[in-house]
C-alpha cells in the first residue's frame, strides 16, 4: 500500500504517552475541538478519551499524537480487536491543515494495521471455501470518520483451491424513449 500524504511543514507525529495526564489532556483539547469545530457539540469527556486509549482493545502502541512546535493538532486513537480481527482507526484533527493531518494520521494507523495483519495472516481457505465470500479469518480496518474508503480487508492474496467453473456477466440495457 503506498500513500502520498505528508505532513504540512512544523506538524509531526509521535507515540502518545498514555502514562501522562498532560498527554491524555492534549488528546481530550484535540478530540473535543474537534467535534466542535464539526458538529458543534462534543460527547468526548476526559474520562472517555481515557478509557477509548487505556482500555483492554486500545492499542497503546498505535496511539499517535500531532503536534504543530509543542500545540496538539491531531489525535489517532487506535483499538484492536484481535479476536474479531478488526483494527479502528478514530482521527481527529484541529486547524488550517486538519485535512492533511488528518491523512497522515489514517496513513500511519494503516501502516499499524498492515504491521498487525502480516504479522497475524488469515489461514488457508478449504478446498470448498467460496474465495469470493468475506471470511472471519479477514482482518478489517475502519475508521469512523472515512468509513466510506478506509474501510477496508487486509490479507495476503489468496488463491482459489480450484477455479470458477465458469463466470456469467449480464448486461443491463436501459432503452431511452
Not at 478449504?126 to 471470511?135: C, H, I, K, N, R
Request: hydrophobic share 45%; aromatic share 4%.
Amino acid at each position: 500500500m503506498s500513500m502520498s500524504w505528508s505532513l504540512p511543514p512544523g506538524v509531526r507525529l509521535r507515540a502518545l504517552d498514555v502514562t501522562s495526564d498532560a498527554e491524555l489532556g492534549a488528546a481530550f483539547s484535540v478530540a473535543s475541538a474537534c467535534e466542535l469545530a464539526a458538529i458543534g457539540w462534543t460527547d468526548e469527556t476526559p474520562e472517555s478519551i481515557r478509557a477509548t486509549l487505556l482500555g483492554p482493545q486500545g492499542l497503546r502502541a498505535g496511539h499517535r499524537l500531532a503536534v504543530e512546535g509543542t500545540e496538539p493538532v491531531g489525535l489517532l486513537e487506535v483499538e484492536l480487536d484481535r479476536h474479531a480481527r478488526e483494527l479502528f482507526l478514530d482521527a481527529y484533527a484541529v486547524g488550517p491543515d486538519g485535512s492533511a493531518i488528518e491523512r497522515a494520521l489514517l496513513e500511519d494507523g494503516l501502516r499499524t494495521a498492515l504491521d498487525i495483519a502480516s504479522s497475524e495472516p488469515a489461514p488457508p481457505l478449504s478446498s470448498d471455501a467460496d474465495p469470493y465470500q468475506l471470511s472471519p479469518d479477514i482482518w478489517q480496518v475502519t475508521s469512523v470518520r472515512e468509513a466510506s474508503w478506509n474501510t477496508m480487508a487486509l490479507v495476503a492474496p489468496a488463491s482459489p483451491a480450484k477455479a470458477a467453473d465458469s463466470t456469467k456477466a449480464i448486461s443491463l440495457n436501459r432503452s431511452t424513449a
